[in-house]
């Protein structure tokens, strides 16, 4: 069975920093993975997605991901933080017809 | 293109009650799903729709939950007999076609407290 396994389910960095919020994934066969962001009372928002096309993953909001299939990790980046990156990020994996989602990465900017 | 809509947004409800949520998915949309999820932990699946056809269940619905989508619009979801354990938050997801790496839209959500 497919899953995914967050570092830490919380995450500071200061305004202007990197941002790394971790993702190890387990599947039997070749895995689609996602990044979906969350904000306060609202729905999930689809980052980027890796679909096998390329390695390096570029999203909405200056987001990216690298799928490394020896680490079989998909790691999700951001060069510079800012305030409003603030939210809560899911990585997620497909499963034949559904996805499999992680318990999240609480990510917090500190001014 | 107006997105996934839910309601209501929020139901508070006493044990033992029974209540209904609405999921209307982006137009078109072939794929309907729900999640529930809860605090501190990501979206869990519960059940999915093809058009009209509801192809999978998951273990977490017990019969105390059923889901329809009649016409393969809109979808509602029902608890009956609430318990509190069945708060939480419940997403409804669309795709357009299924496929693996399809993107899901996601709803806002409805919130259900159980007192």
């Known amino acids: 069975a497919q899953s995914v396994t967050q570092l830490g389910s919380h995450v500071s960095v200061s305004e202007g920093a990197l941002v790394l919020l971790r993702c190890n994934y387990s599947s039997s066969v070749p895995p689609y993975l996602f990044w979906y962001v969350q904000y306060p009372n609202q729905g999930l928002q689809l980052l980027l997605k890796y679909t096998s096309a390329a390695t390096l993953v570029k999203g909405i909001n200056g987001f990216e991901a690298e799928f490394k299939k020896s680490e079989t990790s998909f790691h999700l980046t951001k060069p510079s933080a800012h305030m409003s990156d603030a939210a809560e990020y899911f990585c997620a994996v497909s499963d034949r017809d559904k996805i499999i989602f992680g318990k999240g990465t609480r990510l917090h900017i500190l001014p | 293109d107006t997105g996934v809509s839910q309601d209501p947004r929020h139901k508070i409800t006493k044990r033992g009650q029974n209540v209904t949520f609405r999921c209307d998915p982006i137009s078109e949309h072939n794929r309907l799903y729900w999640y529930r999820q809860t605090l501190g932990q990501g979206p869990e699946f519960l059940t999915y729709?093809?058009?009209?056809?509801?192809?999978?269940k998951s273990r977490l619905l017990s019969d105390r939950f059923s889901a329809e989508r009649p016409k393969g619009s809109f979808s509602t979801l029902e608890i009956q007999r609430t318990e509190q354990g069945d708060s939480a938050m419940y997403l409804c997801?669309?795709?357009?076609?299924?496929?693996?790496?399809?993107?899901?839209?996601f709803g806002p959500g409805t919130r259900l407290t159980v007192l």
């Open positions: 997801a669309s795709s357009r076609r299924g496929e693996a790496f399809d993107e899901q839209f």
């Open positions: 729709f093809q058009n009209e056809a509801q192809l999978e």
